[in-house]
């Protein structure tokens, strides 16, 4: 896949299992991103998730995208830059209401947002699981 292919594959399959590590364990999750930037991939989490401090202590990240009905999956390496802006604070939470309870509970800056940049992705199929792997950069 190029470049524009891969950021139309994670804009149309914004769900995806984040990995960081602590201590040497790795730990995963499912996660909805935010959105997709020129700048990178856009997701939020909050100050009292594990995952917070994971990222503020060691911010290399991948994360996995999945096609299941095409038997697809596409990794994305890079490291999550915390971002600190009020405005896209308040616009995730108007887009994800959910979040409301924690923000009238702890403040707007409960909501941690981060920036997955320097992104090189992998595209796996069952097809291609024995050719060596070919990674496309995606973002700086």
Not at 34 to 49: A, L, P
Request: charged share 35%; glycine share 8%; hydrophobic share 40%.
């Amino acid at each position: 896949m190029k470049k524009e292919e891969i950021i139309d594959f994670i804009k149309t399959h914004p769900v995806c299992h984040l990995a960081t590590e602590e201590g040497g364990q790795p730990h995963v999750r499912g996660m909805a991103i935010y959105r997709v930037e020129e700048r990178g991939i856009v997701f939020q989490t909050s100050d009292v998730k594990d995952l917070w401090g994971q990222i503020q202590k060691n911010g290399r990240v991948e994360l996995c995208f999945n096609d299941f009905g095409k038997n697809m999956q596409l990794r994305v390496v890079g490291v999550a830059e915390e971002i600190d802006d009020d405005s896209l604070r308040q616009e995730v939470l108007k887009d994800r209401p959910f979040l409301k309870p924690l923000a009238d509970a702890r403040g707007l800056k409960a909501i941690k947002l981060f920036r997955v940049r320097g992104c090189k992705a992998h595209v796996w199929t069952m097809e291609k699981n024995f050719e060596p792997k070919e990674w496309v950069e995606i973002f700086p």
